[in-house]
């Protein structure tokens, strides 16, 4: 399990690590936290023959709360994200879904930014970005650019992310005080990908849902949005018609590939109960 | 392919070494350091026998370069007993409380629990379990490690313990 030889960069700013990134053109790889990235270099899924790491980078880390939006530094760990005080007030769909990540050791190493510019579908952050409406702040040389988290996944392992640039931060509009929300995961156990799981934001007044937003993990070949299922529930209490018009339209979207995690049929019915069970818990969290 | 000078503190002891870039870090500490305490279990991040703890946080030692780790404070299995050859209060615990079997996952398991107690001075049973997650045991079915970690806890916060081992 030796990975093929490359040569290490250790960038002290991100200039330097974007000048590095067009220098190298597709010789090169960033690194972040190494938990997705290592693992596969280690199995030569990934031979980059320069690897440039983040992790000197004091630009990429670190958690500001804006007027009326959260910026988070792409180098921001699981375990930073867990911890922070601001993020468990105002965004805490961050912390139920960090806490469900992988286990304590992956989570100390494991950065925000790497899971959601990986663009396995398994990853978990995906699917909350899109429920958030975040966006990804990219910056290459020729200069920086924004992303709608809805816009940037294109297929596994493909996003919007050009070659030459590095994801800088993350910028979520902080969702109205009282809105409920969670990330229900269906998984085999601790420190395993979903079988299925789907994130939920929404508001409520006068006990009747005003607005929703959900997304599915592991239930296509990337995290994706379920609106037509978001839509079923809007102007309703949640009542039984409703959550199960939202299961049923939220099916609509899955794709699940069958692996050792369950056959089609299996994970695209559990991908439903996810929604159901996201849709209670967020109902039951909101207020007003 | 070229080599890099790495220095690091392990065990509170000035560490170095020539490390070509592709070195992980858990091979640097076993053959390079001659540590032998922390394990390799899967070799894919799965396990936690290699978990060595780093700048305060618990890391499997196996999904890291050594490059990566230049400059930091490493504690491993060996940096643990006191200076007068004294078990350290989870070393004891796994012994009082027989928390190990054939013992390879004890190392990984006693670095996470360390962490877990500097972050969490009386934690839970569900607490425990949580937290040592990330790391296997195919002998004990975890009971005793339980027990241990909460014999432990007790010591270091100056309480009596009074539970037995199973
Ligand atoms: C045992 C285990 C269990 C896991 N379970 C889960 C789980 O349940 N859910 C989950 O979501 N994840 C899981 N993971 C993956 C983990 O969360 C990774 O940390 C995450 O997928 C990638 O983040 P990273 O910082 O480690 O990125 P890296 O591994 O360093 O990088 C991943 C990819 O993203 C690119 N990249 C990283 N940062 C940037 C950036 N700032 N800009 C541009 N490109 C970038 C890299 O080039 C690479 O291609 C697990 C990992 C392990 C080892
Ligand atoms: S050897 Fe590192 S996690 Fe198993
Ligand atoms: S004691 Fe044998 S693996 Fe834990």
Redesign the interface.
């Known amino acids: 399990?030796?990975?093929?030889?490359?040569?290490?960069h250790?960038p002290k700013s991100l200039a330097e690590a974007t000048g590095l990134l067009v220098d190298l053109k597709d010789e090169a790889r960033v690194v972040a936290g190494?938990?997705s990235l290592?693992?596969i270099?280690?199995l030569r899924l990934a031979a980059p023959d320069h690897?440039i790491?983040l992790?000197a980078i004091a630009e990429l880390k670190g958690i500001a709360r804006g007027a009326t939006s959260i910026t988070i530094g792409a180098m921001t760990t699981q375990?930073e994200l867990i911890n922070s005080s601001v993020l468990a007030e105002s965004v805490p769909i961050l912390r139920e879904t960090a806490l469900q990540i992988?286990?304590?050791?992956?989570r100390?190493?494991g950065t925000l930014g790497g899971n959601v510019a990986n663009g396995d579908p398994g990853n978990d952050m995906p699917a909350i970005m899109m429920c958030l409406d975040a966006s990804y702040r990219l910056v290459g040389r020729a200069g920086a650019r924004t992303v709608k988290a809805r816009d940037f996944y294109l297929g596994t392992y493909v996003t919007a992310l050009n070659a030459g640039e590095i994801l800088t931060a993350i910028d979520i509009p902080v969702p109205p005080a009282g809105h409920g929300f969670a990330y229900a995961k269906l998984k085999r156990k601790?420190?395993d990908y979903a079988t299925a799981a789907a994130g939920v934001v929404l508001t409520v007044s006068g006990g009747k849902i005003q607005t929703c937003a959900i997304a599915l993990s592991n239930l296509a070949d990337t995290a994706v949005a379920a609106d037509a299922a978001a839509k079923a529930v809007i102007g309703t209490a949640l009542d039984r018609t409703a959550l199960s018009a939202a299961a049923q339209a939220a099916r609509g979207v899955m794709a699940p590939a069958a692996d050792a995690r369950g056959t089609v049929e299996y994970r695209t019915d559990v991908g439903g109960t996810m929604v159901k069970r996201a849709l209670q818990a967020a109902f039951a969290r909101a207020k007003g | 392919m070229a080599k890099t000078h790495v220095t690091m503190t392990v065990n509170g002891e000035p560490a170095e070494g020539l490390v070509e870039p592709r070195t992980l870090l858990i091979h640097f500490i076993r053959e390079n350091l001659s540590l032998t305490g922390a394990h390799i279990g899967c070799e894919t991040s799965h396990c936690g026998a290699c978990t060595v703890d780093l700048d305060g946080r618990s890391v499997k030692s196996c999904s890291m370069f050594a490059v990566q780790a230049q400059g930091a404070q490493i504690t491993t299995i060996e940096g643990m007993a006191h200076a007068d050859g004294t078990l350290h209060a989870l070393q004891e615990g796994f012994r009082m409380m027989h928390g190990l079997q054939c013992g390879f996952c004890t190392p990984g398991m006693i670095m996470r629990a360390h962490r877990l107690l500097q972050e969490n001075k009386t934690p839970t049973e569900d607490e425990i379990r949580f937290g040592i997650a990330g790391n296997l045991c195919r002998c004990t079915g975890y009971q005793n490690i339980v027990k241990a970690i909460q014999y432990a806890a007790d010591k270091l916060n100056g309480v009596p313990h009074k539970e037995a081992a199973e």
């Open positions: 399990m030796i990975p093929a030889p490359f040569t290490y250790r190494g938990q290592i693992p270099m280690k690897l790491d992790a375990a992988a286990d304590p050791q992956v100390y190493q601790i420190g």
